[in-house]
């Protein structure tokens, strides 16, 4: 018997982890307030929230975790193709749509005419940004591999950890992936230290960094599904969530942070999930968290083009930092509202029809 096989007898695979779903929701809705903070407090010595951007970090640890505990005992069963078509029927849909929202507000954005510069390019950019193929092509705008919707490079690399996992790590024992996330430790502590954060991989001219940082928190998440570091607590959903948004508001420093962050995500975040996976929610939180899980991946995927039109309005307008902090809590509640739109009307009747789709070409190869 390997290795997560042997876990996943000893976990109840039936069980639903509340608090994880609830802590991602969290994330997302800390990425939100972040770029918001970007833009209105550029200098992130005096943004409060200026280590939100680990929240990708975190992501990847859940991400690696539930993957393992989705498909650690079925991918041999189901194969490779089968696991990708699932995959891309989760992510994608919503790739297409924040892109489809991107050209628009770019295009149609009230406070610049930026697009008209690149119209030639559009047809492909666009392209790309549906087919998750990073193509940097403004400048003036960061120099983003997915300008039209920049989330989307974390989505890039979590294709890429899902193919080698089902490739590769799907078929290795515990020993290896500690050696593979020993090495995917220091090369963390590497890139940050190179860059001195861990703010990297959206940027074609730190493209690399992403795969970095989506390296050891993958490995992790699975470590601790196969190696069963689950801690069973009573500690519900408010603490862990306490828990999660003290790491976003850590203090920035520019001398410490190549140490800081990386030890947050190599030590913190495995340890946070250990602890999410092993707490229960009550009735009410059980809710709450479902509905946060449920909303989080849509508004990751669609804010972002709003951030593109407030930076537009920003430069244009020049408003108080007052009024871009009403813009902040106004523009995040609004967004908020609209993912759960989205995720009803738009992303969760296209997913069941592919499912669908899914379930019947295999009914039709089996018959």
């Not at 149609?108 to 697009?115: H, I, Y």
């Not at 591999?145 to 690399?157: A, G, Q, R, T, Y």
């Not at 193919?163 to 500690?178: E, H, S």
């Not at 940082?213 to 196969?226: E, K, Q, T």
């Amino acid at each position: 018997m390997n290795d997560h096989t042997q876990a996943a007898g000893l976990l109840n695979t039936k069980q639903h982890y509340e608090i994880l779903d609830g802590l991602r929701g969290v994330a997302a809705i800390a990425v939100v307030v972040f770029h918001f903070m970007e833009i209105a407090v550029p200098d992130y010595n005096d943004n409060f929230i200026a280590h939100a951007y680990l929240a990708v970090d975190f992501f990847y640890c859940l991400s690696g975790f539930v993957i393992a505990y989705a498909y650690d005992n079925k991918l041999a069963d189901i194969g490779f193709g089968r696991f990708f078509k699932q995959r891309l029927i989760r992510l994608q849909p919503l790739v297409i749509v924040g892109s489809i929202w991107g050209l628009v507000a770019f295009i149609f954005d009230p406070f610049s005419d930026l697009w008209v510069k690149y119209a030639d390019k559009l047809p492909v950019a666009f392209a790309a940004s549906c087919l998750m193929i990073p193509y940097a092509f403004v400048p003036e705008r960061y120099f983003n591999i997915f300008h039209l919707n920049p989330p989307s490079w974390s989505l890039f690399w979590e294709y890429v950890a899902s193919i080698v996992y089902a490739a590769v790590l799907i078929r290795v024992g515990r020993k290896v992936l500690w050696v593979l996330a020993a090495i995917g430790a220091g090369a963390l502590f590497y890139e940050a230290h190179e860059a001195t954060n861990l703010g990297v991989g959206w940027s074609g001219d730190n493209f690399w960094g992403g795969g970095i940082r989506a390296c050891f928190p993958f490995l992790a998440g699975i470590l601790v599904y196969r190696s069963r570091y689950i801690i069973r607590n009573k500690l519900g959903f408010l603490i862990p969530t306490g828990l999660l948004l003290l790491t976003f508001l850590v203090p920035f420093s520019a001398p410490y942070n190549w140490v800081i962050e990386p030890s947050i995500v190599i030590v913190y975040f495995p340890l946070l999930v250990a602890v999410g996976a092993g707490a229960v929610p009550g009735p009410r939180a059980k809710r709450l968290c479902e509905l946060s899980g449920n909303i989080s991946y849509p508004l990751y995927m669609i804010h972002y083009p709003f951030i593109w039109i407030f930076m537009s309005y920003v430069e244009t307008h020049k408003p108080t930092l007052h009024e871009m902090s009403i813009i902040t809590v106004v523009g995040t509640l609004l967004l908020i509202g609209l993912s759960y739109l989205v995720l009803v009307f738009v992303d969760m009747p296209i997913r069941m029809f592919l499912k669908n789709r899914l379930r019947g070409s295999s009914s039709t190869v089996s018959g």
